[in-house]
């Protein structure tokens, strides 16, 4: 059984885990919030928002969670009474659909398939038979189902339809995990939080906004106060906040920035895309299933695994936690005790995913399970046959 030496394998789909980098960028004196050095680190990380959300207009960044952010677009744009569609296939979207009921919102949702991505065509039929929906909310990737569903189809139906509504997209899990385009995707406005593929510790709401969305926000008459996109935008622009920033965790998210521009995008998402093949490798060398039943919502950032017949999930978690000290994620909602997601997103390399993967195998039989022996080895097979060219030299790493 593993003691408190060695590190905590933080293997959740968020928190991730933060890199030594991030962590130093951090270990820093404070500076005056309202100085003149400080206005240079928000000018450059506003700047850096811009490239990894593809997001031309302003990104607002609050000290808060990320479903803080759900809360501010909703606020920032629509008035009470407005109707939202919401599209519900996972735990988040549901979590959000009912953030925009408590506002006052009148929602409808659409509720799919958990185990599929999201398809256009009943969100289509909605928005055609009520030109009087104001929003559209959607999540890229359900962290709770490990399934990732297309944005762009929205966007379509949207502008086939000649519709107004404005498109909100939840990207919490894919930023810096999974191609995503704000711009290119025509999405007004997309959320984000910095505990994920940003590989921060949680604290910081992210929100990119269109013209549309800027615009909508003169009349949006939702009662807000800290959220208001209005004030953040005329004290962003002289590189200060409204009120006292999260200091330290911007230091860590211009590093954060910095290090996601050295690998480059495309390297960040491949390795995400490997890690992610190299453990349903492993699922299928094991004989469990996963979660997500169509190979076209494969998710970059997490594996939901369905928990196989005769165990007990919860068991299961908790024995890898105390004999091996690793974190796994539980089922949310619906899924609580059914399944359990394996988090590979983030700082991670090979070696942390085997023995993530490893973890996993000696944990279902721990609690007894009848696995097939083979997974780990196929994971291992996977990421020799696929080191990937373009896979960004060593970084700097802990020297403990
Ligand atoms: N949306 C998605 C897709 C998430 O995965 C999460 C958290 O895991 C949230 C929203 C909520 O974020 P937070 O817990 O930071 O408020």
């Given at each position: 059984?593993?003691?408190?030496?060695?590190?905590?394998?933080?293997?959740?789909?968020?928190?991730?885990?933060?890199?030594?980098?991030?962590?130093?960028?951090?270990?820093?004196?404070?500076?005056?919030?309202?100085?003149?050095?400080?206005?240079?680190?928000?000018?450059?990380?506003?700047?850096?928002?811009?490239?990894?959300f593809?997001a031309?207009?302003?990104?607002?960044?609050?000290?808060?969670?990320?479903?803080?952010?759900?809360?501010?677009?909703?606020?920032?744009?629509?008035?009470?009474?407005?109707?939202?569609?919401?599209?519900?296939?996972?735990?988040?979207?549901?979590?959000?659909?009912?953030?925009?009921?408590?506002?006052?919102?009148?929602?409808?949702?659409?509720?799919?398939?958990?185990?599929?991505?999201?398809?256009?065509?009943?969100?289509?039929?909605?928005?055609?038979?009520?030109?009087?929906?104001?929003?559209?909310?959607?999540?890229?990737?359900?962290?709770?189902?490990?399934?990732?569903?297309?944005?762009?189809?929205?966007?379509?139906?949207?502008?086939?339809?000649?519709?107004?509504?404005?498109?909100?997209v939840?990207a919490?899990?894919?930023l810096?995990?999974?191609?995503y385009?704000h711009?290119?995707?025509?999405v007004?406005v997309t959320i984000c939080?910095?505990?994920?593929?940003?590989?921060?510790?949680?604290?910081?709401?992210?929100c990119a906004?269109?013209?549309?969305?800027?615009?909508?926000?003169?009349?949006?008459?939702?009662?807000?106060?800290?959220?208001?996109?209005?004030?953040?935008?005329?004290?962003?622009?002289?590189?200060?906040?409204?009120?006292?920033?999260?200091?330290?965790?911007?230091?860590?998210?211009?590093?954060?920035?910095?290090?996601?521009?050295?690998?480059?995008?495309?390297?960040?998402?491949?390795?995400?895309?490997?890690?992610?093949?190299?453990?349903?490798?492993?699922?299928?060398?094991?004989?469990?299933?996963?979660?997500?039943?169509?190979?076209?919502?494969?998710?970059?950032?997490?594996?939901?695994?369905?928990?196989?017949?005769?165990?007990?999930?919860?068991?299961?978690?908790?024995?890898?936690?105390?004999?091996?000290?690793?974190?796994?994620?539980?089922?949310?909602?619906?899924?609580?005790?059914?399944?359990?997601?394996?988090?590979?997103?983030?700082?991670?390399?090979?070696?942390?995913?085997?023995?993530?993967?490893?973890?996993?195998?000696?944990?279902?039989?721990?609690?007894?399970?009848?696995?097939?022996?083979?997974?780990?080895?196929?994971?291992?097979?996977?990421?020799?046959?696929?080191?990937?060219?373009?896979?960004?030299?060593?970084?700097?790493?802990?020297?403990?």
């Open positions: 059984m593993s003691g408190p030496s060695g590190r905590h394998f933080l293997q959740l789909p968020g928190p991730t885990n933060v890199p030594d980098r991030v962590l130093r960028a951090m270990d820093r004196a404070l500076i005056d919030h309202r100085g003149p050095q400080f206005a240079d680190l928000t000018r450059r990380i506003l700047a850096d928002l811009s490239w990894i593809d031309s207009e302003h990104v607002f960044v609050f000290p808060s969670s990320a479903s803080g952010c759900w809360e501010a677009a909703l606020v920032n744009t629509l008035s009470p009474g407005d109707s939202v569609l919401a599209y519900e296939n996972g735990f988040f979207a549901a979590g959000w659909s009912d953030v925009a009921e408590r506002l006052g919102l009148r929602v409808e949702r659409i509720q799919a398939d958990w185990r599929r991505p999201a398809v256009a065509s009943p969100i289509r039929e909605r928005l055609a038979s009520d030109r009087g929906i104001r929003a559209v909310l959607i999540v890229h990737n359900e962290t709770s189902t490990g399934v990732t569903s297309p944005i762009a189809p929205v966007r379509a139906a949207l502008d086939d339809l000649g519709h107004e509504a404005l498109l909100m939840d919490v899990s894919s810096g995990t999974t191609a385009r711009d290119g995707w025509g007004d939080g910095s505990q994920k593929g940003l590989m921060l510790p949680p604290g910081l709401g992210l906004t269109s013209r549309r969305a800027l615009d909508a926000n003169r009349d949006a008459a939702l009662p807000r106060a800290y959220w208001d996109w209005a004030e953040m935008r005329r004290c962003n622009r002289d590189g200060f906040f409204p009120s006292t920033p999260a200091t330290s965790l911007l230091y860590g998210l211009a590093e954060s920035l910095r290090m996601l521009r050295e690998e480059g995008l495309e390297s960040v998402f491949g390795r995400h895309a490997r890690f992610a093949a190299a453990t349903r490798a492993a699922l299928d060398g094991w004989g469990l299933d996963n979660h997500c039943v169509d190979p076209a919502g494969y998710s970059n950032a997490a594996t939901t695994v369905v928990g196989p017949e005769g165990v007990d999930v919860r068991r299961f978690l908790d024995e890898v936690l105390r004999r091996f000290d690793m974190s796994l994620g539980g089922g949310l909602g619906r899924l609580r005790g059914e399944v359990f997601r394996i988090g590979h997103l983030g700082d991670l390399n090979d070696l942390t995913l085997l023995g993530t993967l490893a973890g996993v195998e000696m944990g279902m039989r721990a609690v007894g399970a009848d696995l097939r022996s083979g997974g780990v080895e196929a994971a291992m097979s996977h990421l020799l046959a696929t080191t990937p060219a373009g896979m960004a030299p060593a970084k700097e790493r802990s020297t403990t």
